[in-house]
């Protein structure tokens, strides 16, 4: 079993709702990320939150809003999202500051359809 | 920029033999770690192996090693006696120094047949 929980694991979702993905880990790790994946593609960072501060932002459409409430839990909250969003999102947690020696450990990651 | 290369989109092997998953890496940082991530068919992305810049051995984790050339800037995986839940999608990625980023290779693909 992975030691990082992600909910839901199927979204299925229109244009105009606004849902939240959630992700929860009890590793004691101050790092905490989002990745969008594409089938057969590798995983592209959307955000990186350090010590519960927002630390990278890949650039992301504002209708993709992180919030990282503890150092626990990571949300991902969705508004307005468009067809090409339609991935599956995962979210992985690192020691840290997330340096070279840390590997990721990721969840089982949301698969969410818009349509 | 860092920058990972993995040339083989997909692999066969036969089960209870050996195979080597390339990845070649390119990067300005003295210190740096390279990792192997495996992904089965269900999403989740598995930790597999670590290497760090500057450890002078390769790294092993049951049956699988890392076979690390610095010089020619390689980083292979190797798995030895594949078996049938080996089948997945394998990336290999590096991190620099600072906090934060992750570069991922675009994967291979390894099928183990029966």
């Known amino acids: 079993d992975t030691e990082v929980t992600q909910t839901p694991k199927h979204l299925v979702m229109g244009m105009t709702n606004k849902k939240s993905l959630k992700c929860e880990q009890h590793m004691g790790h101050r790092a905490m990320y989002w990745y969008k994946q594409k089938a057969k593609k590798p995983p592209e960072l959307m955000f990186v939150y350090s010590y519960e501060k927002l630390s990278i932002n890949e650039s992301v459409p504002s209708r993709f809003s992180p919030e990282c409430p503890n150092s626990s839990l990571l949300n991902l909250h969705l508004h307005a999202l468009q067809p090409e969003d339609s991935a599956l999102y995962l979210c992985?947690?690192?020691?840290?500051?997330?340096?070279?020696?840390?590997?990721?450990?990721f969840g089982d990651g949301t698969r969410l359809s818009i349509l | 920029a860092q920058k990972i290369t993995q040339t083989q989109p997909g692999m066969f092997v036969q089960e209870k033999e050996a195979v080597t998953l390339d990845c070649t890496y390119d990067?300005?940082?003295?210190?740096?770690?390279l990792f192997w991530y495996k992904q089965p068919s269900s999403g989740e992305m598995i930790f597999l192996i670590y290497q760090g810049s500057y450890d002078e051995q390769n790294a092993t984790e049951g049956r699988y090693s890392l076979n690390f050339q610095k010089a020619r800037k390689s980083a292979n995986l190797v798995i030895s006696a594949s078996q049938l839940g080996d089948s997945a999608m394998y990336f290999c990625?590096?991190?620099?120094?600072?906090?934060?980023?992750?570069?991922f290779g675009d994967g291979t693909t390894l099928t183990v047949k029966p």
């Open positions: 992985a947690s690192s020691q840290g500051k997330g340096g070279s020696n840390q590997p990721q450990h």
């Open positions: 990067t300005s940082d003295q210190s740096y770690g």
């Open positions: 990625a590096m991190r620099g120094p600072n906090a934060g980023k992750s570069t």
